[in-house]
């Protein structure tokens, strides 16, 4: 029970995200460039759960925004003829790791069949991209695909449920109702719309990013009170490494003591 969207404040992109699913917990991986067939890919962070070939959401160094949203699933999956098949998470970061608008995005995602691992019992997914430029593009396989430019009066929102239904989501009514309420909001803004659509015992996490700066915010497990605060180039710098959402709750615990008062902040 996913919800994303993003709207042009103050000539920059934001979007918010709140992540629901069966299961707590996940973890932050930062990848630098390296090489690989012969070509440099971007830097990016993600996060994930199962596995860094797996990723729900992330962001690259040129500014681009890539998250998976479920849809209501029936059945087996019915499969293209294609040589190029990938499963449905790994797509994220591939796009990450390569593409640098979300015109880009779309066109490399088009380009694949998607494994949606279905029988596994996983959801078919759908994809939000969006990027610096303020463009923003969404992807159902064989359904669905746009491409948009936003402004600040131009937003788009995601839910569990296809770009093309009629049917009604209380999560997309109540962003729809601040985006037309509120103008030129801020990071504080993006926190309250996505403390909003939070769900108990669903949201693992929610997030806010920035494309411009490249950088993005956590809170985790619907606890606002404790945000966790990451510029993507400074992360980068670090080299290859990934911080697990325990790991950080852990920290502030430790640090939020009195006699801990000299301890650092993972971040």
């Known amino acids: 029970m996913c919800t994303v969207f993003g709207r042009v404040e103050s000539g920059k992109t934001l979007v918010g995200r709140s992540f629901d699913w069966v299961q707590y917990g996940g973890n932050i991986c930062f990848v630098p460039p390296y090489r690989s067939y012969g070509i440099s890919t971007i830097g990016c962070a993600f996060i994930e759960q199962m596995g860094e070939d797996r990723a729900y959401e992330g962001i690259n160094t040129e500014g681009l925004f890539v998250a998976v949203v479920a849809l209501p699933t029936y059945g087996g999956e019915e499969r293209k003829e294609s040589p190029l098949v990938i499963n449905s998470l790994s797509m994220v970061r591939f796009l990450l790791e390569r593409a640098r608008t979300s015109a880009e995005a779309l066109e490399i995602v088009k380009s694949f069949a998607i494994d949606y691992k279905i029988k596994y019992g996983l959801p078919k997914v759908q994809y939000f991209f969006a990027d610096r430029q303020n463009t923003v593009?969404?992807?159902e396989e064989n359904?669905?695909?746009?491409?948009?430019?936003l402004d600040a009066e131009t937003y788009r929102v995601l839910t569990n449920k296809s770009a093309t239904s009629k049917n009604s989501c209380k999560r997309e009514l109540k962003v729809k109702k601040s985006y037309e309420f509120e103008s030129n909001l801020d990071?504080?803004?993006?926190?309250?719309m996505v403390s909003n659509v939070y769900q108990?015992?669903?949201t693992a996490w929610s997030s806010v990013y920035d494309l411009e700066k490249r950088s993005f915010s956590l809170w985790i497990e619907g606890n606002f009170e404790d945000e966790y605060k990451f510029k993507l180039e400074d992360c980068l710098k670090g080299g290859r490494f990934s911080v697990d959402f325990a790991e950080l709750k852990l920290n502030t615990k430790v640090t939020s003591r009195k006699r801990n008062s000299g301890y650092s902040k993972i971040f």
């Not at 990071?187 to 309250?192: I, L, P």
């Open 137 to 139: 593009g969404i992807y």
């Open 143 to 149: 359904v669905f695909e746009e491409l948009v430019e």
């Open 187 to 192: 990071g504080v803004g993006y926190r309250e």
């Open 200 to 202: 108990e015992g669903l």
